[in-house]
């Protein structure tokens, strides 16, 4: 069970979250726990008490959270933000203490289908990788414009925003660009807290927030979270889909060896958008971030593919070696 612990004299804990990011044949996917006091079947991320005696660091508790609970070793970690709503761990009128929760974005290679090791953890810890965008389907641009904006989320959204100052319908402008304004893949936070806002994502239900919309709308919201941790996700995937622009992050989740259209295929799924093939190639070209092994791939089913690596000088060689696409 996963217990949150006073500590002595204070009204206050420290809680680390993890939104650990893995892929798994071009689908971006994150790690979700088991809740074992609950019953309500709602994903969580791993998380748990930070506690100062037994943990030097944030992230040496963070990491030992996660092997913990998903028999997982994450690869990259960074911190994102502090998150310390009242109500993300107490129910309504409950005097007991205050959570605030330091959430963490974390890279694994271990969501793919070669490391029999992880997956075999994950079995018998009752973790499994989910695919993020179950919990955000109006940002998957792949295939084209989601549904799900023009036949249910806007309208509604629209509706809501009129009924309220301008500032409500400014920050729908934005998020969601209307009136002519470029999508901005990473809005992906701004686009979940006006949903909350408007009481259109499940959470709010739970939260104990007033809402007036009927519960049929949650069916196209995605699928929720226990407590903040959607809004946790949501700010991961924005930290990540704007570093990919300026780091090269996406080669965490990568193999040593890959071909260019896997790298391609592996930002897409990343940024939720699909990328012109030869501008693509070319901006990898021009940034030197890979280079050739000399081998070639046959599991394409045509021709073979020419395998790549990445190249580990350019860390070396300039501040921001990223994929601005």
């Not at 989910?130 to 629209?158: K, M």
């Not at 889909?241 to 990343?270: H, I, S």
């Amino acid at each position: 069970m996963l217990t949150m612990e006073r500590f002595d004299g204070k009204n206050i804990a420290i809680g680390l979250s993890a939104a650990v990011v893995g892929l798994k044949e071009q689908t971006p996917l994150i790690l979700t726990i088991c809740a074992e006091d609950k019953g309500d079947g709602q994903d969580m991320l791993p998380f748990g008490p930070f506690d100062p005696l037994r943990h030097r660091t944030f992230e040496l508790g963070l990491r030992a959270f996660v092997e913990a609970q998903a028999g997982l070793q994450i690869g990259h970690v960074e911190q994102l933000y502090t998150f310390g709503d009242r109500g993300r761990h107490a129910q309504p009128g409950d005097k007991a203490y205050h959570v605030v929760s330091v959430g963490y974005l974390a890279l694994s290679r271990g969501a793919a289908p070669e490391d029999a090791v992880s997956a075999e953890a994950l079995k018998l810890s009752g973790a499994s990788f989910r695919p993020w965008y179950v919990y955000f389907p109006w940002e998957d641009w792949r295939a084209g414009r989601p549904e799900v904006l023009d036949q249910h989320l806007l309208p509604t959204l629209s509706d809501w925003a009129s009924k309220g100052d301008a500032s409500k319908a400014e920050r729908l402008k934005l998020a969601f660009a209307l009136d002519g304004l470029v999508w901005d893949d990473e809005r992906v936070l701004d686009r979940y807290e006006l949903l909350y806002e408007a009481g259109l994502v499940r959470e709010v239900a739970v939260d104990g927030r007033d809402t007036t919309l009927v519960s049929e709308m949650f069916v196209h919201t995605g699928r929720p979270m226990r407590y903040d941790h959607r809004r946790i996700l949501a700010t991961a995937i924005s930290r990540l889909r704007a570093k990919l622009k300026y780091r090269p992050l996406v080669f965490e989740l990568m193999g040593d060896e890959f071909t260019l259209t896997d790298l391609q295929k592996t930002v897409e799924a990343l940024a939720g958008r699909h990328l012109h093939k030869q501008n693509f190639r070319r901006l990898v070209e021009a940034n030197a971030l890979v280079e050739p092994t000399g081998t070639s791939s046959v599991q394409t089913g045509g021709r073979p593919a020419q395998l790549f690596r990445f190249r580990r000088e350019v860390l070396l060689e300039r501040p921001a070696p990223g994929l601005r696409v």
